[in-house]
């Protein structure tokens, strides 16, 4: 059977797929083809259940749940780091009453970097917390990998970085950007919990049987990466957009870790809360039943 896998074109996800992309374990009766594209686009595809098994925004998750499981495994968060919102001057005084007025390059209204900015403006981050008025801005979807180039050229005030921007925006390379808000930081100091951004989904449909052994081929598959890590990040760094070897290991150790192999107790009830977070300021419209395969 012919299992088909969308994850992002990123140095993280090509490090968690490597060794099912190159077969490098038996994966018998199954054979799986990889669908590299943008969070948001994959986002959107899973809306119409296209893959078996994809990588989901938690956010965009939110509206999928009758479609698709969460995997157990495969996930990123970030734990006291996460999306960047910059902007090409350094932001004066409150970061959210820096948001008034302006324009920001967003890489899908679908993400969970959007939803985290959504309730940064708000100070929301559970439910039960009073629903601040937010300041008034607007919100432009650009290409993830076009932002930091937008923001330094002055056609937006500032834009939401995911993936390796994040560790390069700062670069006169990459237009020299500031900081207005880490929203992994912020996150981590209102909860203690890490930042849920992405996770796998599995389509219902295949059943339990087919689910539990393409889930054990995947999770094979991190581990591998994480034994051979070498390797994994040599092929990485084709995705890795001019980074070097040690800026992508640097990467792909932020976000495939302990978390990737099992959400664990803290990273089900971040995700939770995240999402319940989403509902109570109406950003979501009812609430989630989340639900893992075994």
């Known amino acids: 059977m012919l299992i088909h896998v969308g994850h992002s074109p990123d ?38 259940g296209e893959y078996e098994v994809t990588a989901v925004s938690f956010h965009a998750y939110a509206h999928l749940t009758d479609r698709y499981l969460l995997l157990p495994h495969g996930a990123s968060f970030g734990d ?25 390059a967003v890489p899908g209204t679908g993400t969970s970097a959007f939803l985290g900015l959504q309730l940064f403006a708000r100070g929301v981050t559970k439910p039960g917390d009073p629903v601040g008025e937010a300041p008034k801005f607007e919100t432009e979807v650009v290409p993830f990998d076009r932002i930091i180039e937008e923001v330094a050229q002055g056609r937006f005030d500032g834009g939401l970085l995911i993936h390796e921007g994040q560790l390069t925006y700062q670069e006169e390379a990459s237009g020299g950007l500031s900081k207005v808000v880490d929203l992994g930081v912020w996150w981590k100091e209102q ?38 890590r070498s390797e994994a990040l040599k ?4 995705y890795a957009r001019d980074m070097g070897f040690d800026l992508a290991d640097r990467f792909v150790g932020m976000y495939v870790n302990d978390y990737t192999l099992d959400y664990g107790d803290a990273g089900r009830t971040a995700v939770n809360q995240f999402l319940s977070a989403g509902v109570h300021t109406g950003l979501i419209e009812s609430k989630v039943n989340l639900e893992w395969s075994e």
């Open 11 to 48: 140095p993280d996800d090509a490090f968690m797929f490597y060794a099912l992309t190159f077969g490098c374990f038996d994966t018998a009766p199954y054979q799986y083809k990889h669908h590299l594209e943008d969070i948001e686009t994959l986002n959107r595809r899973a809306e119409k």
């Open 80 to 104: 006291g780091y996460g999306p960047i919102l910059v902007a090409k001057d350094p932001p004066e005084g409150d970061p959210v009453s820096w948001l008034e007025g302006k324009r920001i």
């Open 191 to 228: 909860t203690g919990l890490p930042l849920p951004l992405g996770g796998n989904a599995i389509r219902r449909d295949l059943g339990a049987e087919r689910i539990k052994t393409i889930g054990a081929h995947l999770v094979r598959s991190v581990k591998w990466g994480l034994e051979h």
């Open 235 to 238: 092929y990485a760094l084709k």
